[in-house]
C-alpha cells in the first residue's frame, strides 16, 4: 500500500523519468538532423543518450521498488521542444552551433526539473542523494555543450 509519501516520490521520480526519456528522443534527434556530422558532438550526444538510460532505470527502479509504475512517455513540453527543434532545423542547415545552442536549451530544462524536484521535502535521503549525484552529472554534460559551443565561436 502507497503512503502519501511513496505516492509523491513516485510522481517525483516519474516526472524525472519522463524527462530523461525527453533527453533521449532530443539527442536522437539531434543526430539524425546533423547534416554536418562532428565526431566529437556525436559522441558526446551518444553519451548522453546513454547516461540518460542510466538514469532513467535508477529511477525507474525505485519507483517499482515503491509498488509504482514506471513512467514510459515523454513530456508535453518535450514533445513541442522537439517541434521546436525540426522548425529550428529546417531553417539552420543544422549545423552544430544551433544543434548545440538548442541542446543547451533541453539541458537547462533538465537542471530546473531536478531543481524543482530536490525541493520536495518528503523524499527519502536516499533518493535525495540519487537526484543530487545525477543533477551534478546533468550539469556536467551542460557544461560540456557549452564548452563544445564556445569552441565553435
Avoid at 535521503?125 to 555543450?145: F, G, N, T
Wanted: glycine fraction near 6%; charge should be negative.
Amino acid at each position: 500500500m502507497e503512503t502519501p509519501t511513496t505516492t509523491i516520490t513516485n510522481e517525483v521520480l516519474n516526472d524525472l523519468i519522463a524527462i530523461n526519456n525527453d533527453r533521449i528522443e532530443g539527442y536522437e534527434k539531434a543526430l539524425k538532423e546533423m547534416k554536418h556530422t562532428n565526431a566529437v558532438i556525436s559522441g558526446l550526444f551518444k553519451k548522453m543518450i546513454d547516461e540518460s538510460r542510466e538514469f532513467r532505470n535508477a529511477l525507474g527502479t525505485e519507483v517499482q521498488a515503491a509498488g509504482g509504475n514506471m513512467e514510459t512517455g515523454t513530456t508535453a513540453a518535450g514533445k513541442i521542444f522537439r517541434t521546436w527543434m525540426d522548425f529550428k532545423f529546417a531553417f539552420s542547415d543544422s549545423d552544430p552551433k544551433t544543434v548545440l545552442s538548442t541542446c543547451e536549451t533541453g539541458e537547462e530544462a533538465a537542471q530546473r526539473a531536478y531543481k524543482t524536484a530536490l525541493e520536495h521535502k518528503q523524499l527519502p535521503e536516499h533518493i535525495r542523494s540519487l537526484l543530487v549525484e545525477q543533477k551534478a552529472s546533468l550539469k556536467a554534460s551542460l557544461d560540456q555543450i557549452r564548452s563544445y559551443y564556445e569552441s565553435l565561436k
